[in-house]
T-cell receptor
Framework: SQQGEEDPQALSIQEGENATMNCSYK?????LQWYRQNSGRGLVHLIL?????REKHSGRLRVTLDTSKKSSSLLITASRAADTASYFC????????????????FGKGTKLTVNP | SQTIHQWPATLVQPVGSPLSLECTVE??????LYWYRQAAGRGLQLLFY??????ISSEVPQNLSASRPQDRQFILSSKKLLLSDSGFYLC?????????FGPGTRLTVL
């Protein structure tokens, strides 16, 4: 089953507004990552937050992590039309270290549309 | 700087035909390599990952196989494609926690 579940599944806002997307997960994690995917393209890494961190910023992005609630949120401030994309959270599970690789488990994503 | 290449970008194949998708990485050594499949409107499903040449781990039983003949080359193959193999295939690499994705291959099996 999916480790991460984003909500909402789809979000439509006007340019300039803030967009908040949430992610919930089920088991203990090492870190949680957010990725962005433009339609028909590969994923681009946005930000990583470790399990001992509560908040992280990168430009217009703000990510929070609540390990007690097993949830994270991604906030995009002052959104632009170019922010239109799907956003995925991905978790690295504590036990996923076999062979030295870090296996990510992705949610189904939130499709964000920013209207000009 | 590191780059990742995937080809072809799109592919239409008949049921029962073979498949070979290639992924190469430049600018890094001994990366972990990954193949994902993404169904329409869904998240990514990890198919295979590799921590070194000739080392392949399969995540789900399926009609596909993977090989890593060189350090920075990862190949996804099938001997006979099924309709259910249609999807968007993404290759990725990592040397740490963050993964870097290729542009993807859109495969349609008819």
């Amino acid at each position: 089953s999916q480790q991460g579940e984003e909500d909402p599944q789809a979000l439509s806002i006007q340019e300039g507004e803030n967009a908040t997307m949430n992610c919930s997960y089920k088991t203990s994690i090492n870190n949680l990552q957010w990725y962005r995917q433009n339609s028909g393209r590969g994923l681009v890494h946005l930000i990583l937050i470790r399990s001992n961190e509560r908040e992280k910023h990168s430009g217009r992005l703000r990510v929070t992590l609540d390990t007690s609630k097993k949830s994270s949120s991604l906030l995009i401030t002052a959104s632009r039309a170019a922010d239109t994309a799907s956003y995925f959270c991905a978790t690295v599970l504590n036990f996923q270290t076999q062979g030295g690789s870090e296996k990510l488990v992705f949610g189904k994503g939130t499709k964000l549309t920013v209207n000009p | 700087s590191q780059t990742i290449h995937q080809w072809p970008a799109t592919l239409v194949q008949p049921v029962g035909s073979p498949l070979s998708l290639e992924c190469t990485v430049e600018g890094t050594s001994n990366p972990n390599l990954y193949w994902y499949r993404q169904a329409a409107g869904r998240g990514l499903q990890l198919l295979f990952y590799s921590v070194g040449i000739g080392q392949i781990s399969s995540e789900v039983p399926q009609n596909l196989s993977a090989s890593r003949p060189q350090d920075r080359q990862f190949i996804l193959s099938s001997k006979k494609l099924l309709l259910s193999d249609s999807g968007f295939y993404l290759c990725a690499w990592s040397v740490g926690a963050e993964q870097f994705f290729g542009p993807g291959t859109r495969l349609t099996v008819l």
